[in-house]
C-alpha cells in the first residue's frame, strides 16, 4: 500500500513552509508531484527521497539555480550524457565545499592561535596586577597621609573662585 502526505504532513517532516513546497513545484525543483481529486497536492515517497536529496543540497549552499539543472538532467532520465552531467555538476559543487572547508580550517586555526595569545596576555595582566597590587598595599600601610601640594590647592582656589562668578552673558545683550 502506498502512503501518501498532504504537503501540511511534508511541511512538518521537512522543516519547509507549504509555502516553500509550492515555490519548488512551481520552479521545477518538485515535478510531478500528484494531486487527489480535490485538487491537494500528495507526495510519495519517492517525492520524499527527492526532496530529502534537494534539502541536502541546499544545506551545502548549493544555488537554486543550479539544484534546478540538477533536477533538469535528471528528468532526462539515466542516459549517459545525463548521468555524466549530473556527477560533473555534484563533482565541482563537492570540490567547492572542500575548498570552502579548508578555508574555514584555515581561518579557525588563526581564531584558535589568537585566543591562546590572550590567555598568555591575560596571565601576564594578572601577574602584573598582582605584583602592583601587593607593593602598592604594603607601601599605603608605611606611607603618611598625602599633603595638599601647592599645585593642587591653586587649582581648588581657581575652581571655587569661578563657581562664584556670574555667567558671561552673550555679546550685544545688556544684563538684567
Not at 9 to 17: F, R
Not at 45 to 57: G, N, V
Not at 75 to 93: I, P, W
Not at 145 to 166: G, I, L, V, Y
Amino acid at each position: 500500500m502506498t502512503t501518501f502526505l498532504t504537503i501540511a504532513q511534508v511541511a512538518e517532516a521537512t522543516g519547509l513552509s507549504t509555502h516553500t513546497l509550492r515555490y519548488y513545484e512551481r520552479i521545477g525543483l518538485l515535478d510531478s508531484v500528484q494531486r487527489r481529486d480535490n485538487g491537494h497536492r500528495v507526495f510519495r515517497a519517492e517525492d520524499m527521497t527527492w526532496l530529502a536529496f534537494l534539502l541536502r543540497l541546499r544545506d551545502t549552499g548549493m544555488p537554486i539555480a543550479q539544484m534546478l539543472q540538477y533536477a533538469a538532467l535528471r528528468r532526462q532520465g539515466d542516459s549517459l550524457a545525463s548521468v555524466s552531467a549530473r556527477q560533473r555538476l555534484l563533482e565541482l559543487h563537492a570540490a567547492a565545499l572542500e575548498a570552502e572547508q579548508r578555508a574555514r580550517a584555515e581561518t579557525l586555526a588563526v581564531l584558535r592561535e589568537k585566543i591562546v595569545n590572550y590567555d598568555g596576555i591575560r596571565a601576564r595582566i594578572a601577574a602584573a596586577e598582582s605584583a602592583l597590587g601587593s607593593a602598592s598595599s604594603s607601601r599605603k600601610s608605611k606611607q603618611q597621609p598625602k599633603r595638599q601640594s601647592n599645585e593642587d590647592a591653586h587649582d581648588a582656589d581657581r575652581t571655587n573662585r569661578t563657581a562664584r562668578r556670574k555667567p558671561r552673558q552673550p555679546a550685544g545683550r545688556p544684563e538684567s
